[in-house]
């Protein structure tokens, strides 16, 4: 199995921060890689996918970026509804496996 | 709107059985894959297993834990999918999620439609 490794797993930050959080892979998978944002008690959010690539309706402060076995989620200003968790998933080999997440608070 | 809905969770002692199922709505459900990841409590996601979409073999993939316990299906005329849990043990505890696998050529699916998931708790 793949294994996905996410840092930090918390993050501390101010609104209008920029933040990146890093996915590292046990072994690559070429750049399917999709990045999720998780509220409390609620469903996941789709992002990004395939590694780059910005899902329809999510704003353009969120960006992905990398390939092999290491990508970044970047929040390039972070606003009072991004506090949330965020997971990476690797989706280019069988099982599917996620990250452990990163929890981003308010500083 | 794209909606998936889940239902059937609940309380049921280790070793039984159930049925969970997934509702869409808003999209032509024949053409996707349908999906199944969870989530312990307090703990991150786990993908559970998917059925692809009849365009492309109605084939399953599983995560090893649920493998030969848990079996993934669709029935396309009703619009209907379901994760078919047996032998369950306490650990298959948490909320269940459906969603729908999107995919760019490549055949390789990421999620982009969540449910609001359906609580499962398996204990004596």
């Known amino acids: 199995d793949i294994q996905m490794t996410q840092s930090p797993s918390t993050l501390s930050a101010s609104v209008g921060d920029r933040v990146t959080i890093t996915c590292r892979a046990s072994q690559s998978f070429s750049s399917w890689l999709a990045w999720y944002q998780q509220k409390q008690g609620k469903a996941p959010k789709l992002l990004i996918y395939k590694a780059s690539n910005l899902e329809s309706g999510v704003p353009s402060r969120f960006s992905g970026g990398g390939s092999g076995t290491e990508f970044t989620l970047t929040i390039s200003s972070l606003q009072p509804d991004d506090f949330a968790t965020y997971y990476c998933?690797?989706?280019?080999?069988?099982?599917?496996?996620f990250g452990q997440g990163t929890r981003l608070e308010i500083k | 709107e794209v909606q998936l809905v889940e239902s059937g969770g609940g309380l049921v002692q280790p070793g039984r059985s159930l049925r969970l199922s997934c509702t869409p709505s808003?999209?032509?459900?024949?053409?996707?894959?349908v999906s199944w990841s969870r989530q312990a409590p307090g703990k991150g996601l786990e993908w559970v297993g998917f059925?692809?979409?009849?365009?492309?073999?109605?084939?399953?993939e599983y995560a090893a834990s649920v493998r030969g316990r848990f079996t993934i299906s669709r029935d396309d005329s009703n619009r209907i999918a379901y994760l078919q849990m047996n032998s369950l043990r306490t650990d298959d505890t948490g909320v269940y999620y459906c969603?729908?696998?999107?995919?760019?050529?490549?055949?390789?699916?990421?999620?982009?439609?969540w449910g609001q998931g359906t609580l499962v708790t398996v204990s004596s």
């Open positions: 059925v692809r979409s009849k365009p492309s073999g109605a084939t399953t």
């Open positions: 998933q690797q989706y280019g080999a069988y099982p599917i496996t």
């Open positions: 808003g999209f032509p459900f024949g053409d996707y894959t």
């Open positions: 969603s729908r696998g999107n995919t760019v050529p490549g055949a390789k699916y990421y999620f982009d439609h």
